[in-house]
């Protein structure tokens, strides 16, 4: 999809982090972009600083999927179309993987594993039948390539991630469509991904770590990706060596 400006894209997850680095950079591009995500006061805070008249926001709980037909709906009205869909949104829990609360479990895979399944099952339909050059984002992570001990549902659910990426893609591949499919697996960037919904207001900063990668960055990947139909995108390619060995230790045997 090499031609951005006047496509509509929803990006999820989209009031701070990664998905606002990546729903500004669809905005920058002249795209019209909806942003979805479940603080309410953060996302009118970012809606109104890009501009009502290029951005709308939708409150959204991406782990339900009615909710995200819900947003498609809001989107076609708004905008009259969808061209992207970014499944971004994402949440954290940490501990031992046998002693992380079942709910914990069933929330970070709820959001950030059927979050994307949502997407895909709403949005990719609606691309399919508008019959022109359309593009999926599923944001994975690092962890879906090198699992980080301490936070065994978000290894499992980006792992997931990558494997319905891959999937999708050939799928769509098969079916001839003009449908583009990227994930992409982000290093370290500063988010509010650990956070809670009801945690005290911050506005972004710098990133606080020498191998931390501003937000904005990412979305200058993404808008890349998208333009140029790249399926795998790593933010952090200094890591991709990490990625490699741990393949040569699993072949190995």
Same mark, same amino acid.
């Given at each position: 999809?090499?031609?951005?400006?006047?496509?509509?894209?929803?990006?999820?997850?989209?009031?701070?982090?990664? &998905?606002?680095?990546?729903?500004?950079?669809?905005?920058?591009?002249?795209?019209?972009?909806?942003?979805?995500?479940?603080?309410?006061?953060?996302?009118?805070?970012?809606?109104?600083?890009?501009?009502?008249?290029?951005?709308?926001?939708?409150?959204?709980?991406?782990?339900?999927?009615?909710?995200?037909?819900?947003?498609?709906?809001?989107?076609?009205?708004? @905008?009259?179309?969808?061209?992207?869909?970014?499944? #971004?949104?994402?949440?954290?829990?940490?501990?031992?993987?046998?002693?992380?609360?079942?709910?914990?479990? #069933?929330?970070?895979? !709820? =959001? #950030?594993?059927?979050?994307?399944? *949502?997407?895909?099952?709403? @949005?990719?339909?609606?691309?399919?039948?508008?019959?022109?050059? %359309?593009?999926?984002? #599923?944001?994975?992570? +690092?962890?879906?390539?090198?699992? =980080?001990?301490?936070?065994?549902?978000?290894?499992?659910?980006? *792992?997931?991630?990558?494997?319905?990426?891959?999937?999708?893609?050939?799928?769509?591949?098969?079916?001839?469509?003009?449908? %583009?499919?990227?994930?992409?697996?982000? &290093?370290?960037?500063?988010?509010?991904?650990?956070?809670?919904?009801?945690?005290?207001?911050?506005?972004?900063?710098?990133?606080?770590?020498?191998?931390?990668?501003?937000? /904005?960055?990412?979305?200058?990947?993404?808008?890349?990706?998208?333009?140029?139909?790249? +399926?795998?995108?790593?933010?952090?390619?200094?890591?991709?060596?990490? =990625?490699? !060995?741990? @393949?040569?230790?699993?072949? /190995?045997?």
């Amino acid at each position: 999809m090499r031609e951005l400006r006047g496509r509509v894209a929803v990006v999820t997850g989209a009031a701070s982090g990664i &998905g606002l680095g990546i729903a500004t950079a669809f905005a920058n591009e002249g795209m019209q972009v909806v942003m979805a995500d479940v603080d309410e006061a953060r996302l009118e805070r970012e809606v109104a600083a890009l501009g009502t008249d290029r951005v709308a926001g939708v409150i959204c709980d991406v782990g339900d999927a009615a909710a995200v037909e819900r947003l498609a709906d809001e989107a076609i009205h708004r @905008f009259g179309a969808v061209h992207v869909i970014c499944n #971004n949104a994402g949440i954290i829990r940490s501990g031992r993987t046998w002693e992380i609360p079942l709910p914990d479990w #069933n929330a970070v895979l !709820s =959001v #950030n594993l059927l979050g994307v399944v *949502h997407g895909v099952h709403t @949005f990719v339909p609606l691309l399919l039948e508008a019959g022109t050059e %359309g593009h999926v984002v #599923n944001i994975a992570s +690092m962890a879906a390539v090198l699992p =980080v001990q301490g936070i065994a549902p978000y290894n499992v659910a980006k *792992h997931g991630v990558l494997a319905l990426s891959e999937t999708l893609r050939m799928d769509l591949q098969q079916a001839a469509a003009p449908i %583009g499919v990227s994930v992409v697996m982000p &290093g370290r960037v500063p988010s509010r991904l650990g956070r809670r919904p009801d945690d005290p207001y911050e506005p972004p900063s710098d990133p606080a770590e020498p191998d931390q990668l501003p937000a /904005a960055d990412v979305g200058r990947i993404v808008v890349d990706a998208v333009r140029n139909d790249r +399926m795998y995108v790593f933010t952090h390619p200094e890591r991709v060596a990490d =990625v490699e !060995s741990r @393949f040569d230790r699993i072949t /190995a045997r």
